[in-house]
């Protein structure tokens, strides 16, 4: 997380794995439930970022190896 937006985060469980064939590669993702510790989001590789309540997540289109995890987040009080 400080590479890719400066701020250091507390990771405390992992949240959701996903297994997804792509015509690519399979992507293996695992997703985890972190703190912000210390910083401001500042972008350095990335174009946008944005945070959201759980109940805005459907607003965005998401890659299907992300949307298991999205509605795994939709339906819990994080």
Do not use: R
């Amino acid at each position: 997380m400080q590479e890719e937006i400066g701020c250091a985060i507390t990771v405390n469980q992992a949240f959701d794995h996903t297994v997804y064939a792509y015509e690519f590669a399979n992507v293996h993702l695992t997703c985890f439930l972190c703190d912000l510790i210390t910083g401001e989001p500042v972008l350095h590789v990335h174009q946008a970022m944005k945070w959201l309540n759980t109940n805005e997540l459907s607003d965005l289109k998401w890659s299907p190896a992300n949307l298991p995890a999205v509605e795994k987040l939709q339906k819990k009080d994080v």
